[in-house]
T-cell receptor
Framework: DAGVTQSPTHLIKTRGQQVTLRCSPISGHKSVSWYQQVLGQGPQFIFQYYEKEERGRGNFPDRFSARQFPNYSSELNVNALLLGDSALYLC?????????????FGPGTRLLVL | DQQVKQNSPSLSVQEGRISILNCDYTNSMFDYFLWYKKYPAEGPTFLISISSIKDKNEDGRFTVFLNKSAKHLSLHIVPSQPGDSAVYFCAASGANRDDKIIFGKGTRLHILP
């Protein structure tokens, strides 16, 4: 079975631009979570979506938004990019939204903002 | 303020010996603890977890110990193998359905030949 896939793998943007990152969960998984991992830190929770509804949001500004589609894939959008948005963006899927469900991570999208 | 702390950025252990990775937390409401392992260019992979009602959980070469009074947990790997070289993240969450997982900064484990 295919794992969690993310696209693109790498991305370079300039300050002020907008970016869209994509995630396809494991087949049968209905929950998708997004994390930001900056260099030297652990993953930090951004959003969780379950059954196309937002179930949680971390401490990120409104420039960050996300959505989940009927096929449970998800997009993360970041507007007005800042240098500090440079990070590895990880997507994780799980069968349900329960916090004790094992989350399966994709390889991430590495975003560099110049 | 970091709620999950991994104070050792890196650790080197001889192959065949025991690796012990430590993690401290500050939030007494945390109810569930996990360890993830991450190789370069890959996403984190779930390794082992423990609920606060237990003080030990074992899975093959991996054992997690939880000391609630000290707000401390540790991951033991015995015996250490070259493939164990990776970054290990400690993570914690509360008991409520909407609680989210808080990760530590990670510890890079090097297994020496």
């Amino acid at each position: 079975d295919a794992g969690v896939t993310q696209s693109p793998t790498h991305l370079i943007k300039t300050r002020g631009q907008q970016v869209t990152l994509r995630c396809s969960p494991i087949s049968g998984h209905k929950s998708v979570s997004w994390y930001q991992q900056v260099l030297g830190q652990g993953p930090q929770f951004i959003f969780q979506y379950y059954e196309k509804e937002e179930r949680g949001r971390g401490n990120f500004p409104d420039r960050f938004s996300a959505r989940q589609f009927p096929n449970y894939s998800s997009e993360l959008n970041v507007n007005a990019l800042l240098l500090g948005d440079s990070a590895l963006y990880l997507c994780a899927s799980s069968p349900t939204s329960g916090v004790q469900e094992t989350q399966y991570f994709g390889p991430g999208t590495r975003l560099l903002v110049l | 303020d970091q709620q999950v702390k991994q104070n050792s950025p890196s650790l080197s252990v001889q192959e065949g010996r025991i690796s012990i990775l430590n993690c401290d937390y500050t939030n007494s409401m945390f109810d569930y603890f996990l360890w993830y392992k991450k190789y370069p260019a890959e996403g984190p992979t779930f390794l082992i977890s423990i609920s606060s009602i237990k003080d030990k959980n074992e899975d093959g070469r991996f054992t997690v110990f939880l000391n609630k009074s000290a707000k401390h947990l540790s991951l033991h790997i015995v015996p250490s193998q070259p493939g164990d070289s990776a970054v290990y993240f400690c993570a914690a969450s509360g008991a409520n359905r909407d609680d989210k997982i808080i990760f530590g900064k990670g510890t890079r484990l090097h297994i020496l030949p």
